[in-house]
């Protein structure tokens, strides 16, 4: 597949993220990792240089990015330069990354998503007026936990909770309490199997699905419990076909979204309140959900029946109110929001299309690739220190985005399955 060149185009606002600038129209199709990397990290120099830093623990002082590859014959971690570090035989992979940024989550495909923890052997320390990220060698959890087919796996609020759909458990563990010695979660929520999703809240509770009876295979709304199953509060009793959930922000900017047939659930943590935005077209479903941060914006997909799926929509959580922006091309599930309050969608003509929240309208329209098929290639969207990638599977090849086109920064000898970029903080 060869990288499209830029087409000029009106830019209807100036895309505020910290993107690498470009100073050529003309994109080089032969560019090594090496040049990329130098290219994308010549503003973090103080980071790049690596030196031994000795006290009671061994480690090294480092660039604060690693990535975590799943491929067909296991699982391989990277540093930032994209040379592998450690190579984990454990299955094709699935991916949570805890939102201390060090660990990672594996779900096991193969063995019924059983899952374990990779310990990133990236982390942060406090040095009082700033911070510095270490690195040690990368460590896989010396035991794997049983499951049967867990839907998601979400850290939010210092805590990861894994549903399990096989018998509607929800294992809650610490971030801060992880190792890989003891995978041991602090207490299970039992439940009732379902294809189901469970969020830890920063006051402590726990936001999970729920079915009306045993054999329900998708929830029908969302309750609050306490870590002794204790039920708090009933967010929606009806959420038909829930499948997609978003969450972020702490205190008084903490706020969760579900998607349903007919509608989208947000729920302010902080006041209680539930607001049902109703779709607007019949049998129009939502079932992904995008926020970051404390943003009052929640961005997702729309889809119609059998329709090709153009339109993505924008929800603004304080007026309850949802635009949908008709985008040229059909997409699937490379979706991206940005703290910025930007959205990224890129779809089979191969351009990349942000949004702006504030105002639901593209903003920007990157001529990243040539067309491609949507049936033959998953594109996978993620951020990393202020720079937007793009993993090609089928292709074997990772990009990053440079303010108007894409340069291609590795060419894998495998096929990657699933990728997460780790930033310790």
């Known amino acids: 597949m060869k990288l499209s060149n830029w087409k000029s185009i009106a830019l209807l606002s100036v895309l505020t993220l910290s993107l690498a600038a470009c100073n050529t129209d003309e994109v080089k199709e032969e560019k090594t990792a090496e040049q990329v990397t130098a290219h994308v990290h010549k503003d973090e120099a103080g980071h790049n240089k690596e030196t031994e830093h000795h006290d009671e623990h061994e480690h090294e002082e480092a660039s604060n990015l690693r990535f975590v590859v799943s491929t067909a014959d296991g699982v391989k971690v990277l540093d930032d330069k994209y040379a592998e570090i450690k190579d984990f035989a454990i299955g094709q992979h699935a991916f949570n990354v805890t939102d201390d940024g060090r660990y990672v989550f594996a779900r096991d495909a193969a063995n019924k998503d059983s899952y374990t923890l990779i310990d990133s052997g990236l982390y942060v320390e406090d040095h009082g007026d700033h911070a510095h990220p270490y690195t040690e060698e990368p460590a896989i959890a010396k035991t794997e936990r049983a499951a049967d087919k867990p839907a998601h796996m979400i850290s939010h609020a210092g805590r990861t909770a894994i549903f399990n759909d096989g018998n509607g458990e929800v ?21 009732i199997a379902h294809h189901g999703a469970s969020v830890p809240l920063s006051n402590g509770f726990l936001a999970t699905t729920f079915v009306e009876k045993e054999g329900d295979a998708l929830p029908t709304g969302v309750k609050i419990v306490d870590k002794d199953g204790i039920e708090q509060a009933v967010i929606t009793d009806s959420c038909a076909g829930l499948h997609g959930t978003a969450y972020g922000g702490k205190g008084d900017a903490e706020k969760l979204a579900f998607g349903c047939m007919s509608k989208v659930v947000v729920y302010d943590v902080a006041t209680n309140k539930v607001t049902d935005i109703v779709l607007p077209d019949e049998g129009a479903r939502v079932g992904t959900v995008k926020h970051v941060g404390g943003s009052d914006y929640f961005f997702t997909n729309y889809s119609v029946g059998n329709e090709a799926q153009t339109k993505v929509g924008v929800i603004n959580s304080k ?51 040539n067309p491609f098929s949507l049936d033959e290639e998953a594109p996978v969207l993620f951020e990393a220190n202020h720079h ?11 990009y990053q985005v440079h303010g ?22």
């Open 404 to 425: 108007n086109h894409t340069d291609e920064v590795v060419k894998f000898d495998f096929e990657p399955t699933a990728i997460v970029p780790i930033q310790a903080h």
């Open 388 to 398: 937007i990638y793009v993993l090609m599977p089928s292709y074997q090849k990772l």
């Open 319 to 369: 007026t309850g109110e949802l635009k949908l922006v008709e985008l040229p091309s059909a997409y699937k599930s490379a979706i991206l929001v940005t703290e910025d309050d930007t959205a990224y969608v890129l779809a089979e003509d191969g351009n990349l299309y942000a949004v702006d929240l504030k105002t639901a309208k593209i903003s920007l329209t990157i001529s990243a690739f």
């Open 171 to 191: 294992d809650v563990y610490t971030n801060a309490l992880l190792a890989t010695d003891n995978l041991k979660p602090d207490y299970t929520y039992k439940g």
